[in-house]
């Protein structure tokens, strides 16, 4: 009776928080994990949302990278989405869309934040560092930096 009792309490849950947006398995079983008893239930019911594909971990991903990929560079976002329990494969495929980009993501980042060359050494770390931050590569990060300089100064 606990089982019927509570899955549908947990389902209608678990709709709510997909009709919000994508949830991983993992950061969805831990919402729903507080709501019942029995950890089995809830990996019961992942399992019967991943069979109608209304949780799907290609969508987490796709829709993770969306959102992030204007403001964050890739090792950030790759970082990110191993944190949600995905197959290092599955991130690897989806990153290398976002490989081909990131010199432009770099790019408008750093116009957004600074807009003007570094006048001193202290100033071109603090912009490097603002783009490691971010999750931008060292090469990026220094073809960013040698690139405004050659732009403005054609």
Avoid: C
Avoid at 1 to 19: F, I, N, V
Avoid at 44 to 64: G, V, W
Avoid at 121 to 148: M, P, Y
């Amino acid at each position: 009776m606990g089982r019927s009792g509570t899955e549908p309490s947990l389902r209608a849950r678990a709709l709510r928080y997909l009709a919000q947006r994508e949830h991983s398995r993992v950061e969805l079983r831990r919402k729903l994990v507080r709501y019942s008893d029995d950890a089995e239930v809830v990996d019961a019911l992942l399992d019967s949302l991943e069979k109608a594909n209304l949780l799907s971990a290609e969508r987490f991903t796709q829709s993770l990278i969306h959102r992030r990929q204007m403001r964050y560079g890739n090792l950030r976002i790759a970082q990110e989405l191993s944190t949600h329990g995905l197959d290092p494969d599955a991130i690897a495929a989806q990153m290398q869309t976002l490989r081909e980009s990131e010199f432009a993501r770099a790019q408008a980042a750093w116009a957004r934040k600074f807009g003007a060359l570094p006048q001193d050494a202290a100033e071109r770390a603090r912009q490097a560092r603002f783009l490691a931050q971010r999750g931008f590569s060292g090469a990026v990060i220094r073809a960013v930096l040698r690139g405004v300089a050659d732009d403005d100064s054609a």
